[in-house]
């Protein structure tokens, strides 16, 4: 069991759709991070939310947009998705950025199909 | 910049000892991660190090740090099917707490 929760856990969308990843966590957590991962390889970090604020845009197209309403929600809003984007989105949180002797915690997981 | 490298495959009898490999550049990383990801599944931290530490364990893992030599070693005793998984060694780059993750380590168990 995690306690980072994503929804939903398949999406298959296609190429015009609107769609968002949802992810959630309770621990008190005040930093959240997006990961893309395609099989068999490592995450690859997309955003990072340090209070609420954006902290990290690793340089993601714009049909990624990320958000974060209050300290325990993270959502990622997807428009207009290429094939090459279908992968597993994982969401993780933190206790802060800032104490590296806070690991991150991660969610199952979205896996992402775009037709 | 940083770099985490892992040996992609790893194959052992059910029973045995199963040692994962990792090396890692940034001097400077305070703490050193080990994640587990089953199929399908998300990441699941398994434990981790500080890195003024040589040793740590935590009932079947012991995980090994060399620090003169930048390497770590997660070990898993009486290796069960229930082991095989992706394996992913990380470090915390120094500023702003970005992962730096190996390629993992797929390990098989047969039985």
């Known amino acids: 069991d995690t306690e980072v929760t994503q929804t939903p856990k398949h999406l298959v969308m296609g190429m015009t759709n609107k769609k968002s990843l949802k992810c959630e966590q309770h621990m008190g957590h005040r930093a959240m991070y997006w990961y893309k991962q395609k099989a068999k390889k490592p995450p690859e970090l997309m955003f990072v939310y340090s209070y609420e604020k954006l902290s990290i845009n690793e340089s993601v197209p714009s049909r990624f947009s990320p958000e974060c309403p209050n300290s325990s929600l993270l959502n990622l809003h997807l428009h207009a998705l290429q094939p090459e984007d279908s992968a597993l989105y994982l969401c993780?949180?933190?206790?802060?950025?800032?104490?590296?002797?806070?690991?991150?915690?991660f969610g199952d997981g979205t896996r992402l199909s775009i037709l | 910049g940083e770099d985490v490298e892992q040996s992609l495959f790893l194959s052992v009898r059910e029973g045995d000892s199963s040692v994962i490999n990792c090396t890692y550049t940034d001097s400077s990383s305070t703490y050193l991660y080990w994640y587990k990801q089953e199929p399908g599944a998300g990441l699941q931290l398994l434990t981790y190090i500080f890195s003024n530490m040589d040793m740590k364990q935590d009932q079947r893992l012991t995980v090994l740090l060399n620090k003169k030599d930048k390497h770590l070693s997660l070990r898993i005793a009486d290796t069960q099917t229930g082991d095989s998984a992706i394996y992913f060694c990380?470090?915390?780059?120094?500023?702003?707490?970005?992962?730096?993750f190996g390629q993992g380590t797929e390990l098989s168990v047969k039985p």
């Open positions: 990380a470090e915390i780059e120094n500023q702003g707490g970005k992962l730096i």
């Open positions: 993780a949180s933190s206790r802060e950025i800032q104490n590296s002797n806070q690991p991150q915690h």
